[in-house]
């Protein structure tokens, strides 16, 4: 091989050695020899779209169609899910029916804050009921709702206001001491009782001590010579629960399921409760508090459940109030009819019902107050279908969608009609 010193008198950048085959071989640290292959040196051939409007235009279309499509389905499946909203707000009170609900509560904690109840006992309670009509069954799965209009829940610092170590069950350290709630839950982390003494919040956070807590019951309301043994189911269901036959009417307690209500991976993931908490007596519990605004302890949320499973912040109630809705007017996920008692097998039969609401201003019952923020509560009765529930908003877009689209294709082809046209008179022209 060639000698591949470089001699004086050559410059790094143009000296060339050769080999015995006399191929040119480059100096070391001197840049290699680019390939001349067509695609090092980009020499590829390729394929350059000439974009035109008329080339545009069935792209357009056919994407208008097909979201146009898309909206007129979902619309139809849409519309044949069956669904009632019965607001409830200012539900008028059985004792007093010149007065709401929420105007008798409030009289009774202002009352009590000035000391003028010597006990609970004395404190007035309330009752309501409303009434509605199903004009037709509602068949199938039916599913209860509660709304709640002008609350945001998606507000950050509402949102944030929460432990998630707690949430998980990690409430004690390795000495089995119990853990600082975070700072995030602010206020709502620690509360002093009557003797002086600090107790952790359990769950603590502003979106916890918010909980909804309205306790509601529907009823149904059959025919007045009805067959009595065809909803014996019914009061083999409710024989402590409230059916009954009035000399007026027959009312039956329908029967609603408790879970299946939360997420399973919410359940699974977010929420979980420590060991102590099977047992409601376990010393460890003294440092702790039920949040502020609970009426009911951590053991007490599902009291028809025997065990643990729907109780503590594994309730579904809870978890379900956790997930943070994205507007202020939101529903949430209450109730399932239970479809294993006659005459509910086939859903909702058609026919008079009732909500019956019982607010207690201390008890643990439910007490939801909603006028602080000028909200409005409803419940909503409805069944799915495979777009799930009674929802336009995703039908509006894809019409919307799909119309914008035909539109811009029918913009474009008159541009190329008009821009074909104006060639044509120019090439006339010359």
């Known amino acids: 091989m060639a000698d591949t010193d470089t001699p004086s008198n050559c410059s790094n950048t143009d000296y060339t050695f050769y080999d015995e085959n006399n191929k040119s071989i480059w100096n070391r640290g001197i840049s290699r020899k680019i390939g001349e292959s067509t695609f090092v040196q980009q020499t590829l051939p390729t394929y350059r779209l000439s974009w035109s409007p008329i080339k545009i235009c069935p792209f357009f279309l056919i994407l208008g169609v097909f979201f146009a499509g898309m909206g007129v389905g979902i619309k139809i499946y849409a519309d044949s899910i069956e669904e009632i909203t019965i607001p409830y707000t200012d539900c008028i009170s059985f004792e007093k029916p010149t ?128 067959n009595i043994s065809s909803y014996q189911d019914a009061f083999s269901y409710d024989e402590n629960e409230g059916s009954r036959v009035t000399p007026m009417r027959m009312e039956l307690l329908v029967p609603l399921n ?109 007490d939801y107050d909603v006028s602080s923020f000028d909200g409005e509560k409803s419940i909503i009765l409805t069944t799915t279908s495979i777009v799930a529930g009674k929802n336009m908003f995703l039908a509006v877009v894809y019409m919307s969608t799909g119309a914008l689209c035909c539109f811009l294709a029918i913009i474009l082809f008159v541009v190329h009609k008009f821009a074909l046209k104006s060639r044509t008179l120019a090439l006339k022209d010359d």
């Open 258 to 366: 408790r879970t299946g209500i939360a997420w399973e991976s919410d359940k699974s993931d977010k929420y979980d409760f420590p060991a102590q908490f099977h047992n409601e007596k376990h010393p460890v519990w003294i440092n702790f508090s039920k949040p502020l605004g609970w009426k009911k302890t951590l053991w007490q949320l599902d009291p028809h459940t025997n065990n643990f499973s729907n109780n503590g912040v594994r309730n579904e109630d809870f978890i379900v109030w956790m997930r943070a809705a994205a507007f202020p007017q939101s529903r949430k996920l209450y109730r399932i009819i239970n479809s294993n008692f006659r005459p509910f097998e086939n859903g909702l039969p058609a026919g008079d019902y009732s909500l019956l609401i019982q607010y207690r201003a201390v008890d643990l019952v439910s």
């Open 99 to 226: 007065s709401t609900c929420a105007e008798v509560l409030n009289s009774s904690r202002a009352n009590l804050k000035k000391g003028l109840y010597v006990d609970a006992n004395d404190i007035e309670n309330c009752s309501c009921r409303v009434e509605f009509q199903l004009l037709e069954p509602m068949n199938g799965t039916v599913y209860m709702h509660y709304a709640l209009k002008n609350f945001y829940q998606n507000h950050l610092r509402y949102y944030s206001s929460r432990d998630e170590n707690q949430l998980k069950g990690n409430l004690f350290d390795d000495d089995g001491d119990p853990k600082k709630p975070s700072d995030a839950c602010g206020d709502f982390k620690e509360v002093t009782d009557s003797a002086g003494e600090k107790k952790i919040i359990y769950p603590c956070g502003l979106m916890a001590n918010s909980m909804f807590t309205d306790v509601i019951d529907l009823y149904f309301h059959p025919p007045s010579t009805p």
